[in-house]
């Protein structure tokens, strides 16, 4: 039975593949799960769509979960990581952060018929979801790295409909995970166990839009490509821009603070979100939907809710403040000789370019080469001559020729002062779509060269680059170590490429980022946010008080620790109840 | 030898095009734009014909408003080594464009006119051969592929056509309009802007060149296609039937 299966996973999957993995069976799948990492990319260029899973069943010990789409497969032809996503026997083998072994907590209770009935009075039949393959997608990540075993997801249509269904659920003690766009890279979206789904996609309405102002009112399952498209009907821009923006909600994003490309023009979510309204775990109705610019009455709670990852309280409305669209943007693909000079780059974009900045992306030789080597359609803008330190550079503005005139003489002063080796300055729209394309196909090409460890870490710009340098001091020739991002937000991406998983790299991998980022009093996660993976690893970033602190806030507005269990703070704060 | 590309400044690929309210034609204000992705092609051929040795000057003319000047200099950027600039505000037709061309190569005198084969704001596909024609020179239009013999002063030319493949041999002097899969273009590099902001681009006027630019044709109206209806969903045979007979009256 098991060759039998092994085959049919081989003939959904490219026989290319060079990362295979056994399928395990797990009887105790139930009660406790295995956290790895499996290195997925959740960046397909710009727009993502979501896949279609395809699921098979062979007895009922074990799951197989195999999720090939025509694109997946196209884009797929290194790694087999679709193995993924299975249960796993409880042993030794981890692939990811340390074995964080969770166990259910046992006070939370499990569904039976009468709840179902209820949820049905509440929703109607439609929207109480308990198909298979319906669930088996809403448990798996975008990643495919976490798996729940939820038996039920819940489509609630308008914020009454959910403060019914937390009511309840509080009062019945039943775990629940709120999801949007099921794009999140931590496990933050996704139930850890059987806690119930509860999916705020079907509310999709634009409720306002103000031409004037370009404040927008929606709902928080408005898809961010979609939100993008109307507002730029209107002439304005959304405040933030990432990769998973065809199938991500606004209201995840909020839920994570998302960050994105534009953040060192329009700044974090923070800034831009004016207003949400959230419902708290008992039910409660938050209506703290304001759209004004300033209002300085009483404590600004709506901050508790922006990145608590649906801890909190579940967001349902949202008011964000959208930036005019402006005409002229300009891209700039640099070649830099040394990490140095890439930072002094930054530092004269930002005083020369200043106000028409909007983006500020830099990759090292390693990531380039692979992006080369494994992107369809990615072509070197530059002439062929290996440099080490490649910057992006974009700028929007309002007068084409003023900005293209600024944008050249920094760059030329810049050449002439020896910052930048050689560049291109893109001539039209579809050059600077390559340019971008180079950069955002980086965590796709990384993943088509074989197994990977993704951290994503905010450090001071001066030591950004140390930490790479001394990881591939570390591995040697055993990995290959890789470092991009947002060097205008002190973000790096840190990405440690291997032919396959391995524990022993895995072990001179964590937790040395961890401790060398905590020395430098930076963020284990800059942007991707704690969720699952990082939840025990909050300490290295945040003092002890503060995590005591956000406990306390935990049990005050969640006293039954029902919403996202087991994610956020570390599990031995947040299971006191 | 000397090459001269013909190159347009057109609303950029990538936008979307909206039609003015007034409906006298197409957005332009406040829009990108850029330089032909033909004209582009063909720009990038002539400098790899430099560049092998086979020519020794590339000239890169355009017709236009006076913001045409930053589209020549992109082709400056790329590597062209002058510009000439025809200076004309009202919009120009494929014939007086052709004309204009014609008066340019007198002046110049190049062994060969490169032009992309159609612009993407009209479609026309008419400038090269035209312009070819007034010359009475040989054309090579739709080139997917160019080789020069400099003893044999020929192009052998390969075009696409909707059969396929045709290969033709033109003596020099010659008109050559490019196709998508001639080559790729070349990005602009920082040492060439720097390079192009000494480079000279030489102005003209239709007067100086002795063209009469009268149109004979006018734009009366520009409208948008009009919105594709919604398909209606029948329940049954019976019903498709019904709504293909009586509603449809195809059948």
């Given at each position: 039975m098991r060759t039998e299966m092994w085959r049919a996973a081989h003939r959904l999957i490219?026989?290319?593949?060079?990362n295979l993995c056994d399928p395990r069976w797990n009887p105790n799948f139930h009660n406790s799960i295995q956290s790895y990492s499996s290195?997925?990319?959740?960046?397909?260029?710009?727009t993502c769509k979501p896949f279609n899973p395809y699921l098979r069943r062979q007895g009922s010990d074990v799951q197989i979960c195999i999720y090939p789409t025509r694109d997946y497969i196209e884009n797929l032809?290194?790694?087999?990581?679709?193995?993924?996503?299975k249960s796993f026997r409880i042993?030794?083998?981890?692939?990811?952060?340390?074995?964080?072994k969770i166990q259910r907590n046992p006070i939370f209770s499990t569904i039976n018929s009468d709840d179902i009935n209820h949820f049905r009075e509440i929703?109607?039949?439609?929207?109480v979801i308990q198909d298979e393959d319906r669930l088996s997608a809403a448990n798996m990540d975008w990643m495919r790295k976490y798996k729940g075993s939820s038996k039920l997801l819940l489509q609630p249509r308008s914020t009454e409909e959910v403060s019914q269904i937390l009511k309840y659920c509080n009062s019945r003690c039943l775990a629940v995970v709120p999801q949007g766009?099921?794009?999140?890279?931590?496990?933050?979206?996704?139930?850890?166990?059987?806690e119930v789904i509860i999916n705020i996609?079907?509310?999709?309405?634009?409720?306002s839009f103000d031409k004037v102002s370009g404040i927008l009112v929606c709902e928080a399952g408005c898809i961010l490509e979609n939100l993008i498209s109307f507002v730029d009907n209107q002439g304005f821009i959304m405040p933030l821009d990432l990769g998973a923006k065809g199938s991500c909600q606004i209201g995840g994003n909020i839920s994570t603070n998302a960050g994105g490309l534009r953040l060192v023009r329009y700044g974090s979510l923070h800034g831009n979100v004016l207003g949400l309204e959230a419902v708290l775990a008992n039910g409660t109705v938050l209506?703290?939907?304001?759209?004004?610019?300033k209002d300085n009455t009483g404590?600004?709670?709506k901050h508790l809710f922006i990145g608590s990852e649906g801890s909190l309280g579940v967001v349902t409305k949202v008011s964000i403040l959208t930036p005019p669209k402006l005409s002229s943007v300009n891209v700039a693909f640099l070649a830099c000789k040394d990490y140095l000079s890439c930072q002094k780059l930054l530092l004269e974009a930002k005083r020369k370019l200043g106000e028409i900045l909007s983006a500020f992306e830099f990759i090292d030789n390693q990531s380039f080469n692979v992006v080369l080597n494994?992107?369809?359609?990615?072509?070197?803008?530059?002439?062929p001559s290996m440099h080490n330190f490649y910057v992006l550079i974009e700028t929007t503005g309002s007068d084409e020729s003023y900005d293209k005139e600024k944008l050249e003489a920094f760059l030329l002063h810049s050449m002439e002062g020896g910052l930048v080796s050689d560049g291109v300055l893109a001539q039209d729209i579809n050059q600077a779509s390559s340019f971008w394309h180079i950069r955002e196909g980086i965590p796709e090409s990384i993943m088509k060269a074989g197994a990977v460890y993704k951290y994503d870490l905010s450090i001071p710009v001066e030591k950004m680059y140390d930490l790479v340098e001394e990881m591939r001091v570390r591995l040697g020739h055993s990995a290959k170590v890789m470092g991009y991002g947002h060097l205008g937000d002190s973000n790096l991406h840190l990405n440690i490429s291997t032919p396959q998983y391995d524990d022993a790299i895995l072990a001179q991998i964590e937790p040395f980022v961890y401790e060398w980022t905590s020395k430098h009093r930076?963020?284990?996660?800059?942007?991707?946010?704690?969720?699952?993976?990082?939840a025990n690893k909050i300490h290295y970033s945040k003092s002890a008080e503060t995590v005591q602190l956000m406990a306390s806030i935990k049990k005050l507005l969640d006293p039954n620790g029902?919403?996202?269990?087991?994610?956020?703070?570390?599990g031995s704060l947040a299971s006191s109840s | 030898m000397k090459i001269m590309v013909a190159i347009k400044r057109v609303v950029d690929y990538a936008v979307k095009i909206r039609v003015k309210s007034d409906k006298?034609?197409?957005?332009?204000?406040n829009v990108k734009m850029s330089m032909n992705p033909f004209c582009e092609i063909g720009l990038e051929e002539a400098l790899r014909i430099k560049e092998s040795g086979l020519a020794s000057e590339v000239i890169a003319v355009s017709v236009g408003p006076s913001q045409c000047v930053d589209t020549l200099r992109t082709g400056l950027a790329m590597g062209a080594d002058r510009a000439i600039h025809v200076e004309a505000s009202a919009t120009l037709y494929p014939l007086s464009v052709a004309k204009l061309l014609k008066a340019l190569v007198d002046v110049e005198k190049p062994g060969l006119l490169i032009l992309g084969?159609?612009?993407?704001?009209?479609?026309?596909?008419q400038t090269g051969q035209m312009v070819a024609g007034l010359l009475n020179w040989p054309q090579g239009t739709f080139a997917s592929k160019v080789v020069l013999d400099k003893e044999k002063e020929v192009a052998t030319v390969e075009r696409e056509v909707d059969g396929g493949l045709e290969t033709l041999c033109l003596d020099l002097p010659a008109v050559i309009t490019t196709d998508l899969r001639l080559n790729q273009p070349r990005y602009a590099t920082l040492p060439n802007i720097m390079k192009a902001k000494s480079k000279v681009i030489k102005k003209f006027t239709p007067q100086e060149l002795n063209?009469?630019?009268?149109?004979?044709?006018?734009?009366v109206q520009v409208t948008e296609p009009p919105k594709r209806k919604a398909g209606v969903i029948v329940s049954s045979v019976d019903e498709l039937i019904d709504q293909l007979k009586n509603e449809a009256h195809v059948i």
């Open positions: 490219s026989h290319r593949s060079k290195g997925f990319t959740y960046n397909f260029g710009r032809h290194g790694s087999t990581e679709l193995c993924y996503g042993q030794n083998r981890f692939y990811g952060s340390a074995t964080t929703l109607g039949e439609k929207n766009g099921n794009t999140g890279l931590v496990g933050g979206s996704v139930p850890v166990f059987d996609g079907s509310m999709n309405n634009i409720i209506d703290m939907l304001g759209t004004l610019r404590y600004d709670l494994h992107l369809e359609g990615a072509r070197n803008p530059l002439p930076g963020s284990i996660s800059a942007e991707h946010g704690v969720g699952l993976m990082k029902i919403l996202n269990p087991y994610k956020v703070l570390p | 006298s034609g197409v957005e332009t204000s084969k159609q612009a993407i704001d009209d479609d026309c596909n063209v009469d630019i009268k149109s004979d044709l006018e734009v």
